[in-house]
């Protein structure tokens, strides 16, 4: 999903004020299968064998390949800060029998009660729903608790599975332009989505 890392590599995001949020601490979260919690540094190790595939990498414009060794470190540690400031939330996505890290899923950008939806999924834990399920369960309280109405989500023409989880979540696509995002090389074609509220995930 286009955006995931990019706060490595572009400043300046704005940032919404303290009571968009009402958690002082990051909440945890649960759907049927799967736990939505932050990172932990002993995550890192996992974090990076799961991307470290240009299978992974190819679907988004932000996610370098090779991936470097102490990148998944790095950015666990930039969770804290921008949970606090209020500019982005990660969580780790794992599922809940067996407690192994699959993915990940955040919003991204957030300000003026907006926010970007990225997530990303290990190679192995496509195509079983695990993203379209942590998205409806992020986005169950992305308005009440995180205080946002407004969010939206890019994918590259070239990852249409991204664009069929937006759709089952209840995403509109709004627009459709070549962009040079993240670490892309060139423009490509990219689709926007937008959801508001209210936010009535079935």
Not at 6 to 12: A, D, L
Not at 99 to 110: E, P, R
Not at 118 to 144: H, I, M, N, P
Request: charged letters at 20%; hydrophobic letters at 40%.
């Amino acid at each position: 999903m286009a955006g995931l890392f990019s706060h490595f590599f572009t400043r300046g995001f704005p940032r919404i004020a303290r009571r968009s949020v009402q958690q002082v601490s990051q909440p945890v979260m649960y759907s049927d299968r799967l736990v939505l919690r932050p990172f932990l540094l002993s995550d890192a190790d996992v974090v990076a064998y799961l991307l470290n595939t240009s299978l992974v990498a190819d679907m988004t414009a932000t996610i370098p390949h090779p991936y470097p060794e102490d990148l998944s470190a790095r950015w666990i540690e930039s969770h804290l800060e921008g949970w606090q400031a209020r500019r982005f939330i990660c969580f780790a996505v794992e599922l809940k029998q067996t407690k192994q890290l699959i993915g990940s899923i955040s919003l991204m950008n957030i300000h003026d009660d907006q926010a970007e939806l990225g997530y990303w999924y290990g190679v192995d834990f496509w195509r079983q729903g695990y993203a379209t399920e942590a998205a409806k369960r992020l986005l169950c309280c992305a308005c009440s608790d995180f205080g946002l109405k407004r969010l939206m989500a890019r994918h590259l023409d070239r990852n249409p599975a991204s664009g069929n989880v937006l759709k089952k979540v209840g995403f509109v696509h709004q627009s459709s332009e070549m962009q040079q995002l993240g670490l892309m090389t060139c423009e490509e074609l990219m689709h926007l989505y937008v959801y508001q509220p209210p936010f009535l995930v079935t």
